[in-house]
């Protein structure tokens, strides 16, 4: 028989007919559990860690732009333009914010947060960075004179202290700025989502909690 041959139905074989039970509706992909936790657990954290990543290349042309020379590492170090840091935080605040109002209690902590973190980037970590470079300069210059004078007798550190730790006011604001603008980008493109699946007949609770 030809594959493409149909089967005559035979009458007196009855026929059922899957259909769906009364008051039962699948639920939309967009509204099922597993995409709501991912979306909801994922969008805050998402907007975060991607000013930090973006904040860190950034480091890369920020530095060809005050050396004139391609480095990769400023990816993989803290200090630098702009403030990684400062912009995860910042990013988050500002995210939180926009979706959850002023009063919210989730934006007090983020935006506490985001101060703290930014006042210790251009606080105790740079005053550290600067300390760490005063000990390697004395390391040098107790170096140089063991050489000139063989009595005094120093060994030198194999590894010299990390200089790079923390940032410059400006650095700290350029951070911020650029990790709060992410922060309403990422917010926007949430309430677009929102009005497009509100006006589908979705109404995911993920989105629309308010307190």
Do not use: C
């Not at 590492?73 to 990013?91: C, I, K, N, W």
């Not at 390697?136 to 060994?155: A, I, Q, R, T, W």
């Not at 309403?184 to 989502?193: F, G, M, P, T, Y």
């Amino acid at each position: 028989m030809d594959r493409h041959s149909v089967l005559p139905m035979n009458p007196a074989m009855p026929v059922r007919v899957m259909r769906p039970q009364a008051g039962k509706k699948m639920p939309p992909l967009a509204d099922s559990a597993p995409v709501k936790q991912m979306r909801q657990m994922n969008r805050g954290i998402v907007t975060a860690f991607g000013a930090i990543g973006i904040a860190q290349a950034l480091k890369i042309f920020t530095h060809k732009a005050v050396t004139g020379k391609w480095d990769w590492r400023p990816l993989f170090t803290t200090g630098g333009m702009p403030s990684s840091h400062s912009a995860g935080v910042s990013a988050l605040a500002t995210y939180v914010a926009s979706n959850r109002g002023a009063r919210h209690t989730e934006t007090a902590v983020a935006v506490v947060l985001a101060t703290i973190v930014m006042y210790d980037a251009q606080g105790i970590r740079r005053h550290t960075g600067e300390i760490a470079k005063l000990v390697n300069d004395l390391e040098d210059n107790f170096v140089k004179l063991s050489g000139e004078f063989p009595s005094l007798k120093y060994e030198e550190q194999e590894k010299e202290l990390k200089e790079l730790l923390g940032h410059q006011p400006l650095e700290v604001l350029a951070g911020a700025l650029f990790g709060g603008a992410l922060g309403l980008v990422s917010a926007k493109i949430e309430n677009q989502e929102r009005e497009i699946e509100h006006a589908r007949g979705i109404y995911p609770d993920y989105l629309d909690e308010r307190s």
